[in-house]
Every structure is written in C-alpha cells, then in structure tokens.
T-cell receptor
Framework: GQNIDQPTEMTATEGAIVQINCTYQ??????LFWYQQHAGEAPTFLSY????GLEEKGRFSSFLSRSKGYSYLLLKELQMKDSASYLC??????????FGAGTTVTVRA | IAGITQAPTSQILAAGRRMTLRCTQD?????MYWYRQDLGLGLRLIHY???????GKGEVPDGYSVSRANTDDFPLTLASAVPSQTSVYFC?????????????FGPGTRLTVL
C-alpha cells in the first residue's frame, strides 16, 4: 500500500512564508508532484521533483529528499489568493499518482 | 472548448440507478484518468486509459466502468449506484502515462447517491 502524510491545516499571515511538509512511503517512486486546489475547483499543477534538491518557480519552491521519503512546498510572500488546499502526490509507477489528503492553508490579513 | 470539460456539474441520484459521467478533452492527450475525491482521503484513482482503445483499473475500480472509443472522450459509468459512491469526481488528462507529464483536471462532478 501507500502512505502519504501532510498536515491537515496551516495558517499564516499575508507576506509571510509557509512550509508544507509531505512524507511518503510508497511501493514505487517515479517523481513527486504538488498541486494547488481552491475550494470547489479543480487541482492545478504547481511543481514536479524527481531528483533530490530544490526546484524554484517564482514565489513557490519544492524540495525533495528521496532517501528520507520527504518533500516540502515553500510558499513565500504569501498573498490572500494563496488560501487553498495543497496536495502532495507521488507517481508510484507509469499510471498511478497517489495523493495525500491535502493541506488547507489559510492566509490572514 | 479549452482543456477538459465534465458533465453534469452536479447530480442527485437514487440508489440502484445507472449514471454516466461525461469527460471530454481537446488537448489531444493520450492518457486520461478518473478520480474520486472524498474528505480526508484525498484523490483516489478509479480507472485510467493510456490511449484510445485501452483502459486499466486504478485503486478503487469496483462499481465503475469506463470506455475509450476515441482520444477525446472518457466516460465513467456507475451501473447501479450506491450511497458510498457519493463523492466529487474529477476527470484528468496528460500527454502520456510515464514520466513527468502533469495531469490537467476537469472542473469536477459532484454526485450524491440517496
């Protein structure tokens, strides 16, 4: 089976930085994705990591350590529109993308 | 059409009825997927398709069937709906199955089975 853990909720202030951690134990590993999902909407792609290290894309960065089964998504200079759920997903094989339950981030003014 | 569309947006269904959720993409993607999303469980894969004419079972396929007659359409059928199939259903597509291809998601169908 697969186990992907991430915190249920996080709250932060506008302009601050928030780090969402994700730990995984899966039968296979072909990369790790982060998706953003606003309430009542579809998930949208944020980042992909397959090698260890940090990938930076504007205000968002994602880190992966395969040996530790660990990733994090870093959101900098938080804006109100960043209030959403953030989904960690592991590509276990060619077709199977396994998702964590998601972390709901609330940004306060 | 731009991206992926799903129909209906929402539906209330009596238990035991048959229901088909529709999904169409215009990106000429080879791979398509159906997920259900339930509170506290995250997205779970129901069925997938690598290319027109081929389908495969995901994590929770029981009670669901799919077909892939062409590249664009990937309908999901509930032959005899049960209350445990109450969920939000998302269709997704990607250029291919393997590798780093991101999945693009449709807007979802909210299904309630009474």
């Amino acid at each position: 089976g697969q186990n992907i853990d991430q915190p249920t909720e996080m709250t932060a202030t506008e302009g601050a930085i928030v780090q969402i951690n994700c730990t995984y134990q899966t039968s296979g590993f072909n990369g790790l994705f982060w998706y953003q999902q606003h309430a009542g909407e579809a998930p949208t792609f944020l980042s992909y990591n397959v090698l260890d290290g940090l990938e930076e894309k504007g205000r968002f960065s994602s880190f992966l350590s395969r040996s530790k089964g660990y990733s994090y998504l870093l959101l900098k200079e938080l804006q109100m529109k960043d209030s959403a759920s953030y989904l960690c997903a592991v590509k276990e094989n060619d077709y199977k993308l396994s998702f964590g339950a998601g972390t709901t981030v609330t940004v306060r003014a | 059409i731009a991206g992926i569309t799903q129909a209906p947006t929402s539906q209330i269904l009596a238990a035991g009825r048959r229901m088909t959720l529709r999904c169409t993409q215009d990106m000429r993607h080879n791979a398509m997927y159906w997920y259900r999303q339930d509170l506290g469980l995250g997205l779970r894969l129901i069925h997938y398709s690598n290319t027109a004419g081929t389908t495969g079972k995901g994590e929770v396929p029981d009670g669901y069937s799919v077909s892939r007659a062409n590249t664009d359409d990937f309908p999901l059928t509930l032959a005899s709906a049960v209350p445990s199939q109450t969920s939000v259903y998302f269709c997704a597509s990607s250029e291919g199955l393997a590798g780093s291809y991101e999945q693009f998601f449709g807007p979802g169908t909210r299904l309630t089975v009474l």
